[in-house]
């Protein structure tokens, strides 16, 4: 076994990701390295995504935004399509997701919506990091995932391909 010397930084996160995870260090960064999925990240999918290639392949806080919408999308299609319909009859606020790109531009002639990858779904596009993290949030909690995957998910929009540096959750 080797030793490596890493800031107290990038300790304190490797270590928060293996104890919310339930992961070994060796597999948080195997998996950010690429070089496999860490073993327990099948106990809780998102997280495997979120620290697997494909997801990190992602560079812009919307591409982050919509390749996790995506993926909760094709996951939980009962559950994301009733929090859609629930925003839909909804008589209030700002649409953040629907069913075409007309129905989320007709709220506002300045919105700018994007297609959800792999999906019949739209989402506006021009909302800052911080209400991105916050409407991922009340996706997430509808479907039922705990506070630590939230978090969790909520933090990797906005967070740079730095280990150590992980964006907080908007207060």
């Known amino acids: ?18 104890t919310d995870f339930h992961q070994s260090p060796n597999d948080v960064l195997a998996g950010l390295l690429n070089l496999g999925i860490a073993s327990n990240a099948a106990d809780e999918p998102l997280v495997g995504y979120l620290l697997g290639g494909e997801f990190r392949t992602k560079f812009s806080d919307a591409d982050k935004y919509l390749a996790i919408l995506g993926w909760i999308a094709a996951r939980h299609a009962a559950e994301f399509n009733e929090f859609i319909v629930s925003l839909s009859d909804s008589t209030s606020g700002r649409r953040y997701l629907g ?22 779904y739209w989402a506006i596009m021009n909302i800052d990091t911080a209400t991105k993290r916050r409407f991922l949030s009340r996706v997430l909690e509808f479907i ?18 730095t280990l150590g540096r992980t964006a907080r959750p908007p207060v």
Do not use: W
Request: with cysteine.
């Open 99 to 120: 069913l075409s790109r007309e129905a989320i531009v007709d709220q506002c002639r300045h919105n700018q919506a994007r297609q959800i990858p792999d999906t019949r």
């Open 144 to 161: 039922g995932y705990r506070e630590d995957i939230v978090d969790f998910a909520c933090n990797a929009i906005g967070m740079r391909h």
């Open 1 to 18: 076994m080797k030793k490596i010397e890493v800031s107290d930084e990038v300790y304190e996160t490797l270590k928060k990701l293996t």
